[in-house]
């Protein structure tokens, strides 16, 4: 059946449980996918299709629907204690958070959604009973899955549990369309979870190109009171043992230590705060900082948003990015988008956030040795960096979230056509 065929929803439930999309990505559990989800279901609006996202609620005083942008609502579900209440613990309230779901559902007339598009492990077990229920196709994003991360855990982590490769395993099985954020990822889901390929499809995230654009470093250098002269190196993320900000100091200890780059020209701006098992030691990375002796030489910064967090990217030179492990890495494209080239592991969706060489340079491994010699030599190479750079933006001008909108359109498109085709062979078989 060809694009034009396909059905397009009308609405769409959007299941996001652990994290909510008005929430500040780069602390807690919010990141990259409160960014996917807020960008695609804008534009989806923009196209449309109304779009409803249901987030646990966090807090008592939080309205049970507030408006993202233009008919998108974010519903607030009360499932279990407000506060205090960490990501291993929510598998318990599934069934309350599924409930305040099917309640919401019940309120409309019976088809009022379309659709289910579940993000994360712990929405798809919702989503694939709201499937069941309301007899619409669940398509499902899984963000990152647990037997990748536990194959490449960072030193401190502890293994993602058995429930969860369970809990993802049946949401492979039900649902209807598996939405990979790339190529490797979609192998992954197919050699891993013995996911049909006939129901896997590659797309790639964006990256927001009017707001990440090249911009004046001086100016931006100024806004952070930074010095002109420095050679500046960020890491924008979550701190936890997964993102690896640990490896980026010890590196930027290596290149002191062996007179790379003067501790005097050198700042290592971290932009971020804790989250999953970093929040065991919220301090770590500042104790690390001083055991290496470079606590001078490193700035930390709150989580930034928007247009600052934009112009962070502007004032560094390079922009780091160690993950141990990454499905994409929107961060390495939204620094791209603004002209400065990364270096990151060659882990993940990284080789297809990053082109090695082009845009900027790929990294095997965490070892020390290796990432103080990678940012060291592009740290000391102005013309590499600014060859870089302008790789960079070429580079991140190929990926945009109304491209990744409109192919997940076309998803949900094939989505239902297969939920259709399958419920007229059943038909057929009574």
């Given amino acids: 059946m060809s694009p034009t065929q396909l059905r397009r929803p009308r609405r769409v439930a959007v299941l996001s449980v652990h994290t909510s999309p008005l929430e500040q990505p780069g602390t807690g559990d919010a990141g990259g996918m409160n960014v996917y989800i807020t960008e695609t279901s804008t534009r989806m609006a923009q196209r449309g299709i109304a779009v409803e996202v249901f987030t646990r609620a966090t807090a008592s005083d939080l309205p049970p629907v507030a408006e993202l942008a233009p008919g998108v609502l974010v519903r607030h579900v009360s499932a279990g204690p407000f506060e205090g209440l960490q990501r291993a613990e929510l598998p318990d309230q599934l069934c309350s958070f599924t409930a305040g779901v099917l309640r919401a559902e019940a309120r409309h007339e019976p088809g009022h959604y379309d659709l289910v598009h579940s993000h994360y492990w712990l ?13 619409v196709p669940l398509v499902h994003t899984a963000h990152t899955l647990a037997k990748v991360k536990n194959a490449a855990l960072a030193e401190g982590d502890a293994p993602e549990p058995l429930a969860r490769v369970l809990g993802e395993q049946q949401v492979v099985d039900e649902a209807d369309q598996l939405i990979a954020n790339t190529d490797v990822e979609a192998a992954q889901l197919i050699d891993l979870y ?98 290496l002796g470079i606590t ?135």
């Fill in 123 to 135: 929405s798809g077990q919702v989503g694939w009973l709201a499937r069941m229920r309301w007899g």
């Fill in 194 to 291: 013995d996911a049909p390929p006939e129901k896997v499809r590659a797309i790639a995230p964006g990256v927001d190109l009017d707001r990440f654009r090249p911009g004046d470093r001086a100016a931006a250098r100024a806004e952070l009171r930074l010095p002109q002269d420095a050679l500046v190196v960020a890491f924008v993320g979550r701190i936890q043992p997964l993102k690896a900000p640990d490896v980026l100091l010890r590196a930027a200890a290596e290149m002191v230590d062996r007179g790379v780059v003067a501790r005097e020209k050198l700042v290592v701006l971290v932009a971020g705060g804790p989250s999953g098992s970093g929040l065991d030691q919220p301090a770590a990375l500042q104790d690390l900082a001083v055991a």
């Fill in 296 to 430: 001078d030489v490193v700035r930390f910064l709150p989580p930034q948003a928007g247009d600052a967090l934009a112009t962070v990217y502007r004032a560094a030179d390079v922009v780091a990015v160690p993950s141990h492990n990454e499905s994409f890495g929107l961060v390495a494209l939204e620094a791209q988008a603004c002209g400065t080239p990364v270096v990151a592991a060659a882990v993940g969706g990284l080789p297809v956030a990053v082109a090695d060489g082009v845009s900027g340079l790929l990294v095997n491994g965490h070892a020390t040795v290796d990432w103080a010699n990678a940012l060291g030599h592009l740290m000391t190479a102005p013309r590499l960096r600014a060859e870089l750079g302008e790789g960079a933006h070429r580079h991140a001008r190929a990926f945009s979230w109304d491209r990744t909108t409109d192919a997940l359109i076309a998803a949900y498109g094939e989505a239902d056509h297969m939920l259709r085709y399958w419920l007229r062979r059943a038909e057929v078989a009574v």
